[in-house]
């Protein structure tokens, strides 16, 4: 979970119906589980292994507006911080623990973002995928085509932009 990483993982959404889910490669091999709490004025959630028996990280937001997050491994040791910076569209700042940043830019509907480097070489895409008027809510995937974050990185970003937009839409902003 800590190596570089460079591949492809689907991200089911989780919803109220659905608190816990399963991150696998795209062969449907389980990668790890994510469990959300949706009672939680910090918008808290777990990553777990893959038998969801141990805890690999947990992350929350760190801000009153919930526009600040930050993901910890299990000896509250930080892995990465995401904050949003305002300029008017749905772009973040992602700061790993070794000091290396990355800038996130979403879509208005925030379903599609990409996620670059210093320099603006591309590191990941993360886009949803199934049908808005399906019953089942939409999963996404994320690429992520340069070994820049190890893989429990990816999915720590992953959910916390996805938790970061889920808050900001319930706030009205």
């Given at each position: 979970m800590h190596t570089p990483f460079t591949g492809l993982l689907l991200l089911p959404?989780?919803?109220?119906?659905?608190?816990?889910v399963t991150v696998t490669f795209p062969d449907g091999s389980p990668v790890a589980v994510i469990g959300r709490?949706?009672?939680?004025?910090?918008?808290?959630?777990?990553?777990l292994d893959a038998t969801a028996t141990t805890l690999l990280a947990t992350g929350a937001a760190t801000s009153f507006d919930n526009d600040q997050y930050r993901l910890l491994g299990p000896r509250s040791e930080p892995i990465l911080d995401l904050a949003i910076d305002y300029s008017g569209r749905r772009r973040s700042t992602v700061t790993l623990a070794d000091g290396r940043t990355f800038t996130t830019d979403g879509n208005a509907s925030a379903t599609d973002y990409?996620?670059?480097?210093?320099?603006?070489?591309?590191?990941?895409?993360?886009?949803?995928?199934?049908?808005?008027?399906?019953?089942?809510?939409?999963?996404?995937?994320?690429?992520?085509?340069?070994?820049?974050?190890?893989?429990?990185?990816?999915?720590?970003?992953?959910?916390?932009?996805?938790?970061?937009?889920?808050?900001?839409?319930?706030?009205?902003?």
């Open positions: 959404l989780t919803s109220p119906l659905r608190r816990t709490k949706f009672v939680s004025d910090r918008h808290r959630f777990r990553i990409t996620v670059v480097d210093s320099a603006g070489c591309l590191v990941a895409r993360l886009v949803t995928v199934g049908d808005a008027w399906s019953m089942r809510s939409p999963d996404l995937t994320l690429e992520v085509g340069v070994p820049a974050v190890s893989l429990l990185q990816a999915i720590g970003l992953a959910q916390c932009l996805l938790t970061l937009n889920g808050s900001r839409r319930r706030n009205g902003n």
